[in-house]
């Protein structure tokens, strides 16, 4: 291998290894993501925080790390649903998150949800549910907010049919702490090395 061919392997090498540097630390410096919710359900409502991983997209059960919601429902019925008491069930594709706000399609043709529930899952009681068009097991389609049961009598539960896709949480003020540096560092650091590289093949 003569000395020009060992530079440009060199500067090549390095690009790589700076581009999957900067690109684990993109990966690693993702920060929690704090939505406030303050959803409406007919005469009830679900608030309080949902908190992520700071994942972006289509989110899954294990992206939602935290979360405390005050549900009322209806014959002055409430319930407070955090971490410590309930679990949490995403299925589907429908839940997703953008540095900002937290959306839920209700208008999806599928049998996606989103469930916080105090267990056992499936009770029909203590619980919160964002479904799309086609679910009917765990809960109807639409918002679901349900302090007690769905077999109180008087009810105490409150359900709403809801179309389209909706925010069901947002970043207040609009900030997320998610930095965008994690991708720019990486085109820097790629064109860095890139220019290194050229340096290189014209000093031979």
């Known amino acids: 291998m003569n000395?020009?061919?060992?530079?440009?392997?060199?500067?090549?090498?390095?690009?790589?290894?700076?581009?999957?540097?900067?690109?684990?630390a993109g990966v690693a410096s993702a920060t929690p993501i704090t939505y406030q919710v303050n959803q409406a359900i007919g005469t009830g409502s679900a608030v309080g925080t949902i908190t992520t991983d700071g994942a972006l997209g289509v989110l899954v059960s294990a992206n939602i790390t935290d979360w405390d919601l005050m549900l009322t429902g209806l014959n002055a019925s409430t319930l407070n649903l955090k971490t410590s008491n309930s679990q949490v069930v995403?299925?589907?594709?429908?839940?997703?998150?953008?540095?900002?706000?937290?959306?839920?399609?209700?208008?999806?043709?599928?049998?996606?949800?989103?469930?916080?529930?105090?267990?056992?899952?499936?009770?029909?009681a203590q619980y919160y549910c964002d479904a799309a068009k086609l679910q009917s097991f765990w809960c109807s389609p639409g918002a679901s907010v349900v302090?007690?049961?769905?077999?109180?009598?008087?009810?105490?539960?409150?359900y709403v049919p809801v179309d389209g896709k909706q925010i069901i949480g947002?970043?207040?003020?609009?900030?997320?702490?998610?930095?965008?540096?994690?991708?720019?560092?990486?085109?820097?650091?790629?064109?860095?090395?890139?220019?290194?590289?050229?340096?290189?093949?014209?000093?031979?």
């Open 147 to 158: 302090p007690g049961s769905v077999f109180d009598n008087p009810q105490t539960y409150e």
């Open 90 to 124: 995403v299925f589907g594709t429908d839940l997703t998150a953008t540095a900002t706000n937290l959306f839920f399609d209700f208008g999806a043709a599928s049998t996606g949800y989103l469930l916080i529930q105090a267990p056992p899952l499936g009770s029909g």
């Open 170 to 204: 947002t970043v207040p003020g609009g900030v997320s702490t998610v930095p965008d540096a994690p991708a720019t560092l990486l085109l820097m650091g790629l064109g860095l090395a890139a220019i290194r590289v050229m340096r290189a093949r014209k000093a031979g």
């Open 3 to 24: 000395r020009n061919t060992a530079r440009r392997s060199t500067g090549l090498h390095l690009a790589l290894a700076m581009g999957l540097m900067l690109l684990g």
